[in-house]
């Protein structure tokens, strides 16, 4: 596998709080994986490592083979790396086209096809009928959509997802997830941060479980064994 993006023993935390201890990690174009662990295993400070909130060595972190560790997000997100954050966070007093509108504006030129306005709303067709919503008017689950399609106006490569189906009803969670095969199929890699663990398997093709910061089970998510996930999560007693 050539790797999209790849990260190398990478070490990262806060102040002098160290919360990933050496995390190898690779997913390729148009691949999904997903990212499991217990509350407070690592996964969001990886995803934030990845893409320049935190600050990690150069050589940490590659995209397309070449190293980009630390580099900052705005330049992240032109080299094609987009975040769907935990906790949605879209502007408020702003409606549902005007918070995709400054995303398209703000956005790198499109690769190939590309995604537009139009296109989010083909994706999930109940912002085409929100559209002129305050965001905060929504349910969780139009703001989930709303935040998703902000990350896809940045036209990326990889999409780093964290916690979206967080709150959310189980059918808005379906029918979130499946919109992901879709965003796939246009050649978008997709990290998936997610509590629930059947959701993640189903959901990726490879996983990866994170416990206290260290990568404990690496996988083909249709094959892993359920023990060897339950011991990966919990840490083997
Ligand atoms: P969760 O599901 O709770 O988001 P997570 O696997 O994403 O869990 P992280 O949020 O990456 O875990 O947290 C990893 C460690 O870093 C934890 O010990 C957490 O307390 C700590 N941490 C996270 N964010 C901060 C921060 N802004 N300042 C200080 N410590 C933090």
């Not at 993006?5 to 997903?34: C, K, N, P, Q, W």
């Not at 997100?77 to 502007?91: Q, Y």
């Not at 408020?92 to 690769?111: D, F, H, K, Q």
Request: hydrophobic letters at 45%.
């Amino acid at each position: 596998m050539s790797a999209l993006l790849s990260t190398h023993g990478l070490v990262a935390g806060y102040g002098d709080m160290r919360a990933l201890h050496g995390i190898d990690f690779e997913i390729a174009a148009g691949e999904t994986v997903a990212l499991i662990g217990a509350n407070g295993a690592g996964k969001s400070t990886l995803l934030r490592s990845i893409l320049g909130l935190l600050p990690v060595a150069k050589e940490m972190v590659r995209l397309d083979g070449t190293e980009v560790g630390g580099t900052p997000p705005h330049r992240m997100v032109r080299k094609g790396v987009a975040i769907v954050p935990e906790g949605r966070r879209l502007f408020s007093g702003m409606t549902v086209e005007e918070n995709l509108r400054v995303a398209a504006e703000n956005a790198a030129e499109p690769r190939g096809e590309g995604w537009s306005i139009r296109r989010v709303y083909d994706l999930f067709p109940i912002l085409r009928e929100k559209r002129a919503a305050f965001s905060e008017d929504l349910s969780g689950g139009q703001q989930q959509m709303v935040s998703i399609g902000r990350a896809l106006l940045a036209q990326p490569r990889l999409l780093l997802c964290d916690e979206i189906s967080l709150g959310l009803a189980p059918r808005v969670v379906r029918e979130i997830y499946a919109a992901l095969p879709e965003i796939s199929r246009s050649g978008t890699a997709i990290v998936v941060v997610e509590q629930d663990v059947g959701l993640a398997q189903r959901a990726s093709s490879r996983l990866y479980c994170l416990l206290e910061g260290r990568v404990t089970l690496e996988g083909r998510s249709a094959e892993v064994p359920r023990e060897a996930i339950s011991a990966a999560y919990f840490g083997a007693k």
